[in-house]
């Protein structure tokens, strides 16, 4: 029975050594390919810095990086991708925002066409988050809700007034989150990765052409198909193209 009891505090000392170190790999990982990339051998470091994605972590700080890997290779369309994955973790990031500016400005890119919601929506979450947005309106309403607790106590006009203000700037920030949240979760964005890519009006390569992309359009995936990935990139501009030509934006704990 010793043994036996000798044999599981082996087992829980190995399990306790080993944990730590599976759970730093990712970070020792990182660490390794951000000093690649400091000494310009962004190759490696994209090796690395892809390892350290296949282990399941992810950071803004590793997609900017990895797409500035990507940049100094060239690699455009993997640069805009990374750095949008990067947005979608810290959308107000200022040296983010500017390197994927930077990236655009090296290709043919073209900016997709918004309409008046969604240009409006970039421009809130810009200085919003969905959280600050929906703690705001909470926040808002509670106060609201209190000063109209005491304006029945108290008989007074104006706490009436302001509750009545503080409530409806609550409802309509709660409906700007709302409609943030919608959007992020309804639409499937995706980056041309190919220098240039012609779109077909089917999923099929003997379909007739529809209009060309070039290498870092974002896109709108709409529908998929044996390989094919049904796309718009403007109200009238929509079509098929090989599931290989372009990629998601779309973070780990979106997959």
Known sequence: MSLFRNFCYLLVAIASFT??????????LYSKGVNEFSKGRTAEAIIIFEEVLAHGYESAALYNNLGSA????????????????????????PQIQNNASVARNKTKFVQQPEDVISRLSKLVSLAFTVDDLAILGLTMLVLGLCLMALHLYAGRMSLKVISAGLMLAAVFTLAVATLQLYLHSNTSKAVVIKQKIVVKKSASLQAKDAFTLYEGTIVNVQDNFEGWYKISWTKDDKGWVQMKTIKKIKTLDAL
Do not use: C, F, T, V
């Open 70 to 93: 990507y940049l100094q290779e060239d690699k455009i369309g993997q640069a805009i991708l990374n750095y949008e994955k990067a947005l979608l973790i810290s959308p107000q990031n």
């Open 19 to 28: 944990q730590p170190i599976h759970a730093q790999a990712p970070d020792l």
